[in-house]
């Protein structure tokens, strides 16, 4: 079975450029999560879709950042314009579990250091 | 609410035992452990969704103190591959976001 994933891996810009991270989640994965992880610390939610349709984006910087899922499959997760504390891995996973979290399976990142 | 873990790092000699703690300042509905190695994405452990619920594979178990809001995951007899940051998640209800703790580091040596 394919796992997650995630494109690019590695991106590099400078301050105020704009970037999009794309991610596939696993197949018949309805609920999917964009994390953010600055280096040394533990995953933060960003965003989390049920299908389509947003569940929680409550820590989402919604004037820099969005996402979007269509057709409840594949995700893009962007960023515009990026400031230096926005470098960081950003993971994508995906989970079966509709009302709680089940087990989470996370792609290998997308790592954006910003300039 | 991100849960505090502890300790923020240890190193241990193959075949030692070691405990990692997660504890919550509110209460717990479940409790979630993942593994992550350098440069590599988390892996799940697993969950424990009942107060004094323990599970376990290999030589890796967890316990899950519901009135203490806590939860433990304990690594016996250490191999070299249980090196790499181990991550407590927790949830505060079945509705709220599933939110980690800063990870502690654990490193086997030979």
């Known amino acids: 079975e394919a796992g997650v994933a995630q494109s690019p891996r590695y991106k590099i810009i400078e301050k105020r450029q704009s970037v999009a991270f794309w991610c596939n989640p696993i197949?018949?994965?309805?609920?999917l999560y964009w994390y953010q992880q600055i280096l040394g610390q533990g995953p933060k939610l960003l965003i989390q879709?049920?299908?389509?349709?947003?569940?929680?984006d409550s820590q989402l910087p919604k004037d820099r950042f969005s996402a979007e899922r269509l057709k409840g499959v594949d995700s893009t997760l962007k960023i515009q314009p990026a400031k230096l504390e926005d470098s960081a891995v950003y993971l994508c996973?995906?989970?079966?579990?509709?009302?709680?979290?089940?087990?989470?399976?996370f792609g290998e990142g997308s790592r954006l250091t910003v300039l | 609410q991100q849960p505090v873990q502890s300790p923020q790092a240890v190193i241990l000699r193959e075949g030692e035992d070691a405990v990692i703690n997660c504890s919550s300042s509110?209460?717990?509905?479940?409790v979630h452990w993942y593994r992550q190695k350098h440069g590599e994405a988390p892996v799940f452990l697993m969950i424990?969704?009942?107060?004094?619920e323990q599970k376990g594979h290999d030589k890796i178990s967890a316990s899950f103190n519901e009135k203490k809001q806590q939860s433990s995951l304990y690594l016996t007899a250490s191999q070299l591959s249980y090196s790499g940051t181990y991550f407590c998640?927790?949830?505060?209800?079945?509705?709220?976001?599933?939110?980690f703790g800063k990870g502690t580091r654990l490193s086997v040596i030979a």
């Open positions: 879709f049920q299908n389509n349709g947003v569940v929680d």
């Open positions: 509110k209460a717990l509905y479940s």
């Open positions: 424990l969704l009942k107060g004094g």
């Open positions: 197949s018949g994965h309805a609920t």
């Open positions: 996973a995906s989970s079966t579990r509709r009302d709680r979290a089940g087990e989470l399976f």
């Open positions: 998640g927790t949830e505060h209800s079945g509705n709220t976001p599933l939110v």
